[in-house]
Every structure is written in C-alpha cells, then in structure tokens.
C-alpha cells in the first residue's frame, strides 16, 4: 500500500475515534452529574462559536455586514433566511469594498 | 390506511425533513468538496485518493489540513496527528449526542456516529430540545445527502479542479463562518447561553493568536463547558429539566 493510502486509513481511523470518543467514555458512567450534563448542553455553542469568532475577528468589513444581517435575520427567521440573506450580503458587500 | 402503511408515511416523512434541513448544508459544503478535491490533486494525491480520503475521513477542514501538510511533504505520522486534532471537537459532539441516540440498535449508532459532523450535531441537538425523538430515519435524512455531495463533489474538484472560478467575488470561502453563526444563535434559548459564547470566542480568539490553529477550537469549546460546569446548577437550569 502506498504512503497516502496509510495516511488516509490512520486519518480515517482517527476520525472515527473522535466522534465515538466521547460517548464511549460518557457511557461507562451509570449516573450523569448535574454539571456533567450542565456542561454537555453547552457544547454546542461552545464550539460553534470557536468556528465562527476567529473568523470573524481577522475578516473585513463586508464580512462583519454579512455576519450582523445574519445575526439579525436569525433572531427572526429560519436557518434558510439567515444563510441566504448572510450570502447576499456578503457577495453585495464584496462588490463594494472588494 | 393500515398502521404498517401510516408508520411507513412517517418515516417517508421524517426522511425528507431531514433531507429539508441538509439543504443549506450542501449549499455551504459544496465549494468546499470542489476546493477540496482540486487542492488534493495540487497536492500529489490522485483523483481516487481524494475520493477515498472524502469518503472515509468525511470532515472538511481537517481534511484541508492535511492534504496541505501533504504537500509540503511533512511527516506521515503528523500528518495523521494534525487530522485527529482538528477533529478533536468531535469528542464532545459525541459525548453530547450519545443520551439523543442511545435506544438506536448499535449498528445504527455505528453509522450515526460516522456522520457525525459540525451540522449533524447541531441538528440533532435543536430536534432533541424540541422535545422530539431524534430517530434514525430522520437523522440519515440530514446526514446522507451531506455525505453523498461532499464525497462526489470532492471527486469532481479533483478532476475538474482548474476550471475553479474566483472564490472570493462569489464569497463561497465565508460561507461557513456565517452558518456556524446561525447555529449558534439557534441555541440561544438554552441557559448560559450568553456566558457560554463569550467565554468560548474570547478562549477561541485568544488561543487563535497564541498557540495557533487547529488547537484554538479544542480549548475555545473546553473554556465555554468548563464555564458551564464550574457554574452553580441553579444556572444551568439541569435540575428543573423533565
């Protein structure tokens, strides 16, 4: 087998471990802590925030438009309308500022 | 109507309103396949790798950092590494979603589990505070057209990789950033919310600028679910959920 044959199996192989990981750890407890389970219903604006901030922080001003609309048409609409209306005006704002 | 044919219907249904949801996800995913699979075959790797490397490792950064680190002829076994640690968030997606999917039969959570990417997650997650079953039927819903998009397109960025047009005017590479955001503000009815995403953008933000990327994901997520727990219960609301 090749290099990147092996490199794709171990990647692959890895993969898979992180995202059974955590239930294979989680499970062998009977009972869940309070603060356990506190802390698993803040995963997940936990870490979509850490694919969003870093982002945010080293874009530009078209990126920033396209996040608050975004923001804005979320607190309101589905995740469709968001998405769209984000897209539209970040590619409107490109055309502006570059 | 029998109650074989009903029970039939609504996993139809429940099929399709996953399918629904997986929408937006394509949408935003796919520059990224197509970006994927040309730097691949930039990088050294033949189209059939970048297919198989798509279809069995199944998430897209990491799977841009690797074939980044593959062209500039880094060790194999770090290579390997760099992967896993972008993955690594993965640990608590599956830590979370495992009480949504524990009465699925294994072999089926076996499956789940492999398609459990950043959306996937998130989804399941917004069906279980509904107070909805997360089901199989639904679940594969969202995650089989995800899968069957990225792996092709990948395949087809690979082959047709030159003929890429200006990522930037089209603004496909800020895509995901402004999906992310949307998921993150649909959670924002859960307690802690508020702390938990400040305290996760400013780790993120900060660790971003120190130790550098991929590790600013793992500590900006562990700093927000550190919060979290350290928090007194009366905060997070667990004892007054059914």
């Known amino acids: 087998m090749s290099t990147t044959l092996w490199i794709i199996v171990a990647a692959s192989i890895a993969t898979y471990l992180t995202r059974i990981g955590g239930h294979l750890v989680i499970s062998r407890f009977d009972h869940i802590h309070p603060r356990v389970e506190a802390g698993l219903s803040a995963v997940p604006a936990a870490v979509l925030t850490t694919l969003v901030a870093p982002a945010a922080l080293s874009a530009g001003p078209a990126e920033w438009a396209a996040l608050i609309v975004a923001g804005l048409v979320s607190l309101r609409g589905g995740l469709m309308a968001m998405f769209l209306a984000g897209a539209a005006v970040l590619i409107l704002a490109r055309q502006l500022v570059g | ?242």
């Open chain 2, 1 to 242: 109507m029998s109650a074989e044919a009903i029970s039939e219907n609504s996993a139809k249904s429940d099929f399709w309103d996953g399918v629904r949801l997986s929408m937006p996800v394509v949408v935003a995913s796919a520059p990224f396949a197509l970006l994927f699979g040309a730097l691949a075959v930039d990088n050294g790797f033949s189209v059939l790798e970048a297919f198989l490397m798509s279809a069995t490792v199944f998430g897209g950064a990491s799977q841009m950092v690797g074939i980044e680190l593959f062209g500039q002829h880094v060790a194999p076994w770090l290579i390997v590494l760099s992967i896993f640690a972008v993955n690594f968030r993965h640990v608590l997606y599956s830590a979370g979603i495992g009480r949504r999917i524990a009465h699925w039969p294994l072999i089926q959570q076996a499956i789940g589990y492999f398609v459990l990417t950043d959306p996937q997650f998130a989804m399941a997650e917004r069906k279980a505070e509904a107070g909805e079953t997360v089901g199989f039927t639904w679940y594969m819903g969202l995650g089989l057209p995800v899968y069957v998009f990225w792996v092709i397109e990948s395949a087809l960025g690979a082959m047709f990789g030159k003929l890429i047009p200006d990522t930037h005017v089209l603004g496909i590479d800020f895509l995901l950033p402004i999906y992310f955001l949307g998921l993150v503000m649909s959670f924002r009815k859960r307690p802690l919310w508020l702390p938990v995403v400040i305290a996760s953008a400013a780790a993120s933000i900060i660790a971003y600028k120190t130790v550098g990327s991929p590790w600013h994901v793992s500590i900006g997520a562990l700093a927000g679910v550190l919060l979290a727990v350290i928090l007194p219960p009366r905060h997070s609301g667990v004892e007054t959920r059914p």
